[in-house]
C-alpha cells in the first residue's frame, strides 16, 4: 500500500462508494485503508463540498463604521473617466470572450474531471442539507457513474509514465472493473502471514510459532564409522533452524540419552531472541566428540529434577525425551534420535528400569533362557554375526579365516566389545510396554498432541528394536508428523 494516497484517489475512492451504494467496509478490504481514513475523507467531502460552488460568491458585510461614512464629492470629470475606464474594460471582457467561445482553449482533463464530477452531486444523497442543484448542466445518475469511471483516467502521470485514455462514446458501457484498477494502481492488502508461524528444518518449512528440539546426547552417538561426523550434522541441523526462528516465536532445547535422562534449556518455552538462541547455540557447541567431554557439554543447564515435567514410569529412551518435550505444549516437536536402545547399562540406573515389569536386580534383565550359558551365547552371536556379513557382502572380499570374518561382523555391529551378558540385556527392555505407558501418560486426546518429526541417525545395518521402530511409526503418523532417517 502506497506511503499516502493523493487528494484524486481519496475523492473518488469517496464518490465510488456514494454512487454505487458500496459499503464502507468493503471500501475499506478493497484500498487497503481502515475505517477512520475512509470516514474522515467522506466526512472532509461533506463538510468543505459546498465552498467549491460558494467561491467568488462570497462579499465581506460592511460594518456598521463603513456605512455610515459619508462619501465626499467627486468633480464631473473624474467621474467622466472612471465611466469611460468601465466601458473599456467592458469592450475588452467583451472581445476575450468572444476569442474564447471561438478557440475552445483545452482545459486541464483532470479539473473538467472534478467539475464534472462533483457538480451534479445532491447534498441530500449525502445526509446534509438540500441545496440548489444546478440548472444549468443536468445530469442522469448513468451519466454521473460514467464520469466518475472515467475520472482520473484520462492523460495524465501515473508512477512517472504517461497514460491515454480511451475515447468512449456516450452510449458505451465500459467495464468498470477493468477501468478503476488501472486509474488508481492500488496495491492489495498486505499478506497476514509472518516469519513468527514458520519454523524452518532441513530445508522444509513447517507451519508453527512454538517449537522444541530432542537431541540424542548418549554415548551410543559416538560409536561405529562416522560416528562424530553423524553427531556433527544432527547439531548443525538443529542449529541452522534456531538461527532462522523469528524473534517473536517461542522454543526450548531437550537434550537426552539412555533411558531417563533429560536436561532442558528452560523450565517453560522460550522466546526466540537473542539472548536465548545465544544460550542453546553456546550449549550445543559446547557437546565434544569424546564420551567424557559429551558428558560434561550435555550437564549445564535445567536436570530433569528441575523440570516441570513430570514422567511416569516405566517411559524410557525415545519416548522419555518425546514426554518431556510434549510438557512444554509446542507446535511441533523435532527429534534427532540416535540408537537408544544400544545404552550402556552401566550408565543406567535401577530405577529406571520401574513399571517395566523388570525386577530392579541388574541379574534379573538376563533372560532366563540363557543365564548361565554365556560361552554358548557368545559363540551363537558371533556365528550370526559371521553369516549375516558373508550374505551382505561377496565372500571373495572377505578374509579366509572363519573368525577373522566374525570379528569384522562384530566390529561392524559394534559388538566386538561387550559380553554376552550385556548383549542379552539389551534385548530384554518391552519396548511395547513403555510405548503404553507413554501414552497413558499424556493425559490428552490424539488431536492435542504435537506434530512429532523423528529424524533417526543409526551406524549402516543398525535398526531399532521392531516394537521400538513400529510403534515409533505409527505414533508420528498419527501427530500428522514424519519418521524419516538422517541424514
Known sequence: MPAEFTGEQKLRIVLESIIRGVAKEEQCQKYGITDEQFQAWHDHLIKNGGKIYEMGSFRPSRSPRSRTRKIKYVPWHIKFLLILSIFSNLAVAIVWGVWYMSEKPNLNPQLAEISAALQPISLSDLNVSETQESQDNPRDLDELIEQVDQFGNDSGIVDGSKIESPVLSKNAKPNLKEMLAPALKLPDPPSSLGLENRVDFLDQAYDAKHVVYILDVGSYQLKGVDATARLERMKLAVLESLTKLSANSYFNLVLCWNLREAHALGKTILRA?????????????????????????????????????????????????????????????????????????????????????????????????????????????????????????????????????????????????????????KFSIPWEKAFDNFLAGLEMGITKIPRVHVFQTLPDHIKWPSALQRSMQEFCESTRGSFNRFP
Open 273 to 425: 531472541n537473542d539472548e536465548n538462541k545465544r544460550y542453546a547455540t553456546e550449549w550445543i557447541t559446547s557437546l565434544g566428540t569424546t564420551p567424557d567431554t559429551l558428558k560434561q557439554g550435555r550437564n549445564q543447564f535445567y536436570p530433569k529434577e528441575l523440570l516441570y515435567a513430570q514422567v511416569l514410569p516405566g517411559v524410557i529412551g525415545p519416548w522419555y525425551g518425546l514426554a518431556t518435550a510434549v510438557s512444554y505444549d509446542p507446535d511441533v516437536v523435532f527429534f534427532l534420535s540416535g540408537n537408544m536402545p544400544d545404552f550402556s547399562p552401566d550408565e543406567v540406573s535401577s530405577i529406571d528400569y520401574n513399571g517395566l515389569g523388570i525386577s530392579k536386580s541388574t541379574n534379573d534383565l538376563i533372560s532366563p533362557k540363557i543365564a548361565g550359558v554365556g560361552e554358548e551365547l557368545s559363540t551363537f552371536i558371533r556365528k550370526t554375526a559371521g553369516l549375516w556379513l558373508i550374505a551382505l557382502q561377496s565372500e571373495l572380499n572377505l578374509p579366509e579365516n572363519q573368525e577373522e570374518v566374525e570379528e569384522m561382523a562384530l566390529s561392524r555391529l559394534s559388538l566386538d566389545s561387550m559380553e554376552p551378558q550385556l548383549i542379552s540385556k
